[in-house]
């Protein structure tokens, strides 16, 4: 075998190796894009029972959550505030799923679910009116989001049922 053989048999190898280890970090960064993926879902699955149990163990939140998304007017100045907090609060959980998912680490049902709810949830007149006022300092890209969602609600828009109202509490 002469020596211009042995360098073209060299090259051809070098380029399958190089072929092969691109092949290699591609599947390594599927692989870790959906470990992302995952935890990603875990994460946000953790953030709402976090909200949840919030109110959950705060007898008085529970009251005021659902006497603001049904009779705000019966709250006492101290538990609007309130209310408007947790609402905050919300949407600031909302925004982080939001920019989860513009990288493409949260699925579309997921995101599709909350974008639904705070469509929904700024239908309630004081809400809305807590959003337009700009008091809570969200990104543009999320306020415009929020805004295109609010004006194209529709049959799937969250609506909000207190607990007791469905019959599961006495």
């Avoid at 875990?42 to 109110?55: D, N, Q, V």
Wanted: proline share 4%; charged share 25%.
């Amino acid at each position: 075998m002469n020596w211009d053989a042995a360098a073209a048999i060299a090259e051809w190898l070098g380029l399958a190796l190089v072929v092969v280890s691109l092949v290699y970090v591609a599947l390594q960064i599927r692989q870790n894009t959906d470990t992302v993926k995952a935890a990603t879902e875990l994460e946000t699955a953790r953030l709402w029972s976090e909200f949840h149990g919030r109110a959950a163990h705060s007898p008085d939140m529970v009251d005021i959550w659902d006497q603001g998304l049904t009779d705000p007017d019966s709250l006492t100045p101290t538990e609007k505030r309130r209310f408007i907090w947790f609402v905050a609060e919300y949407f600031y959980i909302v925004e982080n799923l939001y920019r989860q998912r513009h990288r493409g680490y949260l699925s579309r049902e997921s995101w599709e679910q909350h974008e639904n709810a705070v469509a929904g949830l700024l239908a309630h007149p004081v809400i809305q009116r807590w959003w337009l006022s700009g008091v809570s300092p969200y990104s543009d890209s999320f306020r415009r989001s929020v805004d295109r969602a609010r004006e194209n609600a529709d049959h799937k828009s969250w609506k909000y049922s207190p607990i007791a109202g469905l019959g599961l509490v006495a």
